[in-house]
């Protein structure tokens, strides 16, 4: 296509090309030899000028004719919405709700008797039943038995209070002790995405 195009303009410059050429090739007899070239000279300038205009034109015309490149944007991927994540479901794990009674740093004379109480959520897959205990982890026990049965069966998605019995140490401080739950086959779990955090007792002896 571009090719027609460019022949078509360039078709009415050819002939007066040649005939410049048949009077370089005759050298214009009658003229003497400088003469002859500087006839020549002239001929070839003028015919090289004439070119370089039509050229010209047919630049401006092409451009005036021919059609603009047309620009496409590439479409991106469909699949690259963001994916939600969720948490991974587990069997047994506990999601921590409140402290029922004595909350942390709570003030207790030395000595004294107290029952802490903690309520949580089942938030595994699996219902606890009489299987299932809350048992001591590390830190300060403050003479809370090792292990004690839940008090009945929680199904996923309830509630449960949870309470030990525990005894102020004689001395003044702080006192911190860690607790998490196990299940019917001895495996433990507690809080958290992966049910493997503790919770905790803390309370200030005056």
């Not at 050819?14 to 003497?32: H, S």
């Not at 010209?56 to 047309?70: E, H």
């Not at 003044?172 to 739950?181: A, T």
């Amino acid at each position: 296509m571009r090719f027609n195009a460019l022949w078509k303009h360039l078709a009415p410059v050819l002939p007066f090309l040649l005939l410049v050429l048949l009077a370089l090739a005759c050298n214009f007899p009658g003229l003497d030899s400088s003469q002859a070239d500087g006839t020549a000279q002239m001929a070839l300038t003028h015919a090289a000028q004439t070119i370089q205009v039509q050229l010209t034109m047919v630049v401006v015309q092409l451009s005036q004719t021919l059609p603009a490149p047309v620009l496409t944007a590439t479409p991106l991927p469909e699949n690259l919405t963001p994916v939600a994540t969720s948490t991974p479901a587990l069997c047994d794990r506990a999601g921590f709700v409140t402290d029922v009674t004595y909350p942390d740093n709570s003030p207790i004379k030395g000595g004294t008797d107290f029952i802490k109480t903690w309520r949580f959520k089942n938030t595994g897959t699996c219902t606890w039943d009489s299987g299932y205990a809350i048992i001591f982890e590390r830190g300060e026990s403050m003479g809370g038995t090792a292990a004690l049965p839940l008090p009945g069966s929680v199904a996923p998605n309830q509630e449960v209070d949870i309470s030990v019995s525990l005894k102020a140490p004689d001395s003044p401080g702080v006192y911190q002790g860690y607790w998490m739950l196990r299940n019917a086959a001895g495996q433990i779990f507690g809080l958290g995405v992966n049910a493997d955090k503790d919770f905790w007792v803390k309370i200030k002896v005056e």
